[in-house]
């Protein structure tokens, strides 16, 4: 039986970092405050997308347990070769979606937006986007209530 070497998971990695990356979050279901759902590895899209947002950072990282890098899987250090370690970093700004209630949040890979769009926006609403992409991760929690005073971040380690 064939397996994926390391080296071929660097590729794998390097095809994703190449291509446009945008976080999204939504609000799930109201039910999930009682009954969680959890993530599936066939889940294909959020449940319910607010928007999303291009991500702020895209790097090759490596594990180190003195790294600088810390994600709830473990600590990560920043490689400037290509790894099989992909480093997200997502800054949804003070007015993206400043009133909505979160339950969940994915990572999305080859997202098209529509043509005429003002240049520099990075924020996107669900019917400015041509193509939502390919579903890389995503996440599900307990709800939280966006404020226009919070600059929410999320980290991500995606391994290959």
């Known amino acids: 039986m064939a ?21 999204a979050w939504g609000s799930g279901l109201a039910a999930w405050d009682t ?3 959890p993530e599936s590895v066939a889940d294909s899209a959020l449940v319910n997308e607010i928007g ?23 600590r990560f250090s920043e490689s400037v070769t290509p790894t099989n370690h992909i480093y997200l970093r997502f800054n949804f700004d003070f007015f993206d979606a400043p009133a909505a209630v979160i339950r969940e ?3 999305y890979v080859g997202t098209q937006t529509l043509p005429g769009l003002p ?4 924020y996107f609403e669900p019917s ?3 193509s939502v992409g390919t ?11 966006r404020s226009a005073s919070v600059r929410q971040s999320f980290e991500f380690v995606v391994k290959f």
């Open 128 to 130: 400015q986007l041509t």
């Open 105 to 107: 949040t994915a990572v």
């Open 52 to 74: 999303r947002r291009a991500a702020s950072q895209v790097r090759y990282c490596v594990p180190d347990a003195n790294g600088e890098i810390v994600v709830p899987t473990g």
């Open 3 to 23: 397996i994926l070497t390391t080296s071929g998971r660097t590729v794998i990695a390097e095809s994703v970092a190449a291509r446009p990356i945008h976080p």
């Open 35 to 37: 009954t969680p759902v």
């Open 119 to 122: 240049g520099g926006q990075m």
């Open 135 to 145: 579903l890389l991760v995503i996440e599900r929690f307990p709800k939280f209530e």
